[in-house]
């Protein structure tokens, strides 16, 4: 397992479709926004895209060696953007696909972000195997590791405010 | 029993999806299981398939208008195992939003089948770890399904078709 960067368009360039128009609805007591909001649609499995109205503020790839006992060996690609929505939430869409000829499927998921405990949460339930969660167990390896701190990985420095945890120490 | 449209090659099962919106209307025979077949008049608006050689399965979804202007949803599961039987639902529809509901509803798990047998001469470990290897095959089914059903809405909206 490794993390080469990689261009966000090796991974993503599907899941997010813009129309780009002005947004009359942009609170300008916040302040103009970052860019002219835009109306996005995220790519999200087993369920109708997710539709928002914003921009992305920040996004981050990288490469996943991985293999199995089975002998498969290859590369999941994963892309993590972020969008700062109109109302001001913030939303992150991760889109992970694994190279062909591995016995695995693309991952696409999207999730209002609080926390950054939330962040990371999306993160393992979409990155690396899980792409392998389609593969039924009978044939699926067992030697996986695939919980590394990934945020930490990607470089990203999230402005979300303390964690959880943190709160709690407070 | 076997259903009508065994096929391993997914090349050979349906028409390109490209060609569905000028397709001229056919006749379809769909089976389902402990009903009568659903037949029907129409054109294929859209179709998705997970096949991947290295899965023992995949999945394949087929969206119809029929001739009076309902919708049919069609869901095959195929095996690259002849010791499976391949499977086939179906259903009609009035609107297409009623097709989307089903498609974010449906649940894979029903689609996991289990082995029963000598199941009573199994210890509690062997018992559990029976049904942790049942918790798994259905995480996976639905994974599975998710995967396919997110790629079909994503081409439904980028061919222009209203979702939500």
């Known amino acids: ?170 | 029993m076997s259903y009508p449209m065994n096929a391993t090659d997914p090349a050979q099962m349906t028409p390109a999806p490209d060609a569905a919106p000028t397709m001229a209307p056919s006749s379809f025979r769909l089976s389902r299981p402990g009903k009568r077949p659903l037949t029907f008049h129409g054109s294929e608006l859209a179709m998705a398939m997970s096949y991947t050689p290295e899965l023992p399965y995949w999945y394949e979804l087929n969206i119809y208008r029929t001739a009076e202007q309902k919708f049919v949803l069609a869901l095959k599961l195929f095996f690259g195992s002849t010791d499976e039987t391949d499977r086939s639902k179906a259903w009609e529809f009035d609107t297409l939003p009623e097709v989307f509901d089903t498609l974010e509803s449906y649940d894979a798990a029903d689609d996991v089948r289990i082995d029963c047998t000598a199941m009573e001469h199994l210890s509690a470990a062997e018992l559990a770890a029976r049904a942790y290897e049942l918790g798994a095959r259905v995480a996976a089914q639905r994974a599975h399904f998710g995967s396919i059903v997110g790629e079909l809405f994503k081409e439904l909206e980028a061919a222009g078709q209203p979702i939500n």
């Open chain 1, 1 to 170: 397992m490794q993390g080469a960067p990689i261009v966000a368009s090796d991974v993503d360039d599907e899941p997010v479709q813009e129309i780009v128009e002005p947004d009359p609805n942009v609170d300008l007591v916040r302040g103009p926004p970052l860019a002219p909001a835009r109306q996005l649609s995220l790519r999200v499995d087993g369920a109708r895209p997710m539709q928002l109205r914003g921009e992305a503020i920040c996004s981050a790839s990288w490469r996943q060696v991985v293999s199995n006992s089975d002998g498969h060996i290859g590369d999941i690609a994963t892309c993590l953007r972020l969008f700062l929505v109109a109302d001001g939430s913030i939303v992150a869409h991760v889109a992970s696909k694994p190279t062909e000829g591995l016995p695995a499927l693309p991952v696409y998921q999207a999730a209002q972000v609080l926390d950054v405990e939330d962040l990371s949460s999306l993160l393992d339930r979409t990155t690396g195997d899980a792409c392998f969660v389609a593969m039924p167990p009978a044939a699926r390896t067992k030697s996986f590791v695939m919980s590394a701190p990934i945020l930490e990985k990607s470089g990203l420095n999230l402005p979300l405010g303390p964690t959880k945890t943190q709160e709690k120490a407070q």
